[in-house]
């Protein structure tokens, strides 16, 4: 059975960092994509950064230069670096993932609950 465990949102100033993690077990493709997508109230799911197992990176434009997805060496922990967070990033972000390279569209098999994020001004 796939889980996915996100952690570490919480509030944070204008300017501030957060660093995401989302824990994925019992995931065992060689070959896949992996996300992290965000929420706010009232708006439809973005995605905001994906990699892929090669270890090819896209972002959302709105979070390029500020926001970093990465991976562990044993590939089961993803992470997303916030670096400069702003009010607009304040949603809840999940973490997906899928054999399929879906990259920043939110058609990925298997999804974590999500952590809030709230940026203050």
């Known amino acids: 059975q796939v889980q996915l465990v996100e952690s570490g949102g919480g509030p944070v100033q204008a300017g501030g960092s957060l660093r995401l993690s989302c824990v994925v077990s019992?995931?065992?493709?060689?070959?896949?994509?992996m996300g992290w997508f965000r929420q706010a109230p009232g708006k439809e799911r973005e995605g905001v950064a994906a990699?892929?197992?090669?270890?090819?990176?896209s972002y959302a434009d709105s979070v390029k230069g500020r926001f970093a997805i990465s991976q562990d060496q044993a590939k089961t922990t993803l992470y997303l670096q916030m670096n400069n967070l702003k009010p607009e990033d304040t949603a809840m972000y999940y973490c997906?993932?899928?054999?399929?390279?879906?990259?920043?569209?939110?058609?990925?098999?298997?999804w974590g609950q999500g952590t809030q994020v709230t940026v203050s001004s």
């Open positions: 997906a993932a899928d054999r399929e390279g879906w990259w920043l569209v939110p058609r990925y098999a298997y």
């Open positions: 019992g995931f065992t493709y060689s070959s896949y994509c």
């Open positions: 990699i892929d197992s090669d270890g090819r990176a």
